[in-house]
Each structure stands twice: as C-alpha cells, then as structure tokens.
C-alpha cells in the first residue's frame, strides 16, 4: 500500500529515504521491503521522473506499490515548481518534497505555502520543504553553493507553513563529500530545540553511522540515500562485465543484486537507535 513518512518513522525509528535512479533499483527496493516485511520509503526527484518516463510511475511504479501488503512511501523530491508537484500528484506520489531553498526567504514561504496548498487539497499523505539550502552535486549538476539553515529563518518558516518534515542544511550535501563531512551538531540541536515537526537529513551518502545515529538523537527522522545506489548499481553492472557476462538480463540482475546488499547494510544502520 502507499502511505505518508509519519505512518513509516518515528522518532524511535528513523529512516532512510532511498533515490529512485533506474528499474533495477526500483525492483531491488520492493523486493528488498517485502521479502522482509518492512515499509520503504522512495524517493524520485523531478530528473529522473523525466528519465524513467510519466507512464513508468502510473502504469508500474504506483500500481505496484498500492497492490503491495507492505507500505511504501513514494515521495517526490526536489519538486521545484508548482508544476512538478501537481505532476506527482496525478501521477499519484503519496508524499511531496518542495524545494524552494534556492529562493529568498519570503518566496521561498509564499511557494512552500502554496505548494502546502495544493497537497493538503489533494489529500497528499506528507509534506516536506527545506529551509537554508542544501547544495552540492544534486542529481550530478555541479552546485557548490549552500547555506546553513538559521534558526530564527526557521521558526518564521513554520509559522507559516505547517509542514510535516522539514529539510534543514547542517553541513550536509549532495553528492560525494570530498572530505569526510562535519556536520554542525550545535545548530541542529538549536533547530531541534524549536522545530516540533520531523527533521530531514538530504545527502546522507558519506555520513557516518555514528553520524547518522547521532543526528537521529537531534530530531532527524528520514535521511535521505541517492549516490549511495547509484554508486551500488554501477559496481554491479560493472563486475557483472568485467566478469565477461554479457546478457543484459544477468547483468541487470547483478546491479539489482548490488542495490539489496547495500539495503541488506544500510538498513541495519538505523536499528535500535
Ligand atoms: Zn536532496
């Protein structure tokens, strides 16, 4: 079934959120949630949405999931239109991320809140927005530039719109950190501290799990996991090759292979924390 972020975390049970990039990540995480009983939540930002393709979501994608006996979240990331969140809307998401970190303050409430607006009516399960900016190589585009959230930014935020996780940047980024990242645990724990809503860690992959348990004892519940998969399902493809396989079924079912074993790791991270 699909559901919202609340109805698969918690504070006692944070979560990872895992990057949609291709077909065999897709099945790798289905069959990794159901083979052990376990709600997922996937996440699919608006570039690869173009790249898998509209009827992929509506014919494959969502009927899989709401036939499934295990929920799923299916989350739209980084919508950064009006547009991009009706579009997962109808595509049938059960839960939004929109993205106006990139833009001033008050435009950045005024979208958020009408972008709020537009899930709430449309009885959309669970709400994200972000606040500060993450940067870094989202989605493989070079972007250096991000600023760490405020906490006075972010309480004038939720006043005015309510959202149900917030995103906030601590020193964390997209992409592959090129040094081990420091996160800045005193503002996360000073947004903790006024921010009652569930927080989201955006570029998890290089993050310790030390760091990680540590971030969850801050008000972190979802932390999101892209070149973590996308890292796995190229390690795959590529041992399959080199190993001299060439049916691209075989090889396609090592990169799927590839994606559950680091499920098989990452999802023992957050347990009993
Ligand atoms: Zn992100």
């Known amino acids: ?8 975390s918690s504070p006692d049970r944070p979560r990872f959120a895992y990057n949609l990039t291709s077909v065999e990540g897709f099945r790798a995480i289905v069959e990794w949630g159901e083979a052990h009983r376990m709600p997922m939540i ?10 898998l393709g509209d009827t992929y979501f509506e014919n494959v994608v969502v009927p899989r999931l709401a036939r499934s006996e295990v929920a799923f979240v299916l989350h739209l990331d980084h919508a950064t239109s009006l547009q991009a969140v009706q579009a997962g809307i ?15 303050l008050k435009l950045n409430i005024q979208a958020s809140a ?6 709430r009516q449309a009885r959309i399960a669970s709400f994200e927005a972000e606040i500060g900016h993450v940067g870094g190589a989202e989605d493989g585009d070079d972007e250096e530039t991000r600023y760490l959230t405020r906490v006075e930014e972010a309480q004038q935020f939720m006043a005015e719109v309510p959202v149900d996780f917030l995103a906030v940047s601590v020193g964390n980024a997209h992409g592959q950190y090129r040094m081990p990242p420091k996160l800045h645990w005193d503002l996360l724990e000073a947004l903790h501290h006024v921010i009652s809503v569930p927080l989201v860690l955006h570029g ?37 090759m080199e190993s001299g396989e060439r049916e691209p079924d075989r090889i396609r079912s090592a990169a799927k292979r590839s994606i559950a074993e680091t499920l098989d790791r990452t999802e023992r991270i957050l347990i009993d924390v």
């Open 1 to 8: 079934m699909l559901t919202g972020l609340s109805a698969v």
């Open 42 to 51: 996937m996440q699919c930002s608006e570039r690869y949405l173009r790249d």
């Open 90 to 104: 109808q595509l049938g998401f059960s839960s939004v991320m929109f993205d106006g970190s990139g833009l001033p």
């Open 114 to 119: 009408d972008a709020l607006g537009l899930c």
């Open 204 to 240: 998890g992959t290089g993050i310790s799990p030390a760091d990680f348990r540590r971030a969850t004892k801050l008000g972190v519940q979802k932390i999101n996991l892209g070149t973590e998969l996308k890292v796995a399902w190229m390690r795959g493809l590529a041992l399959a």
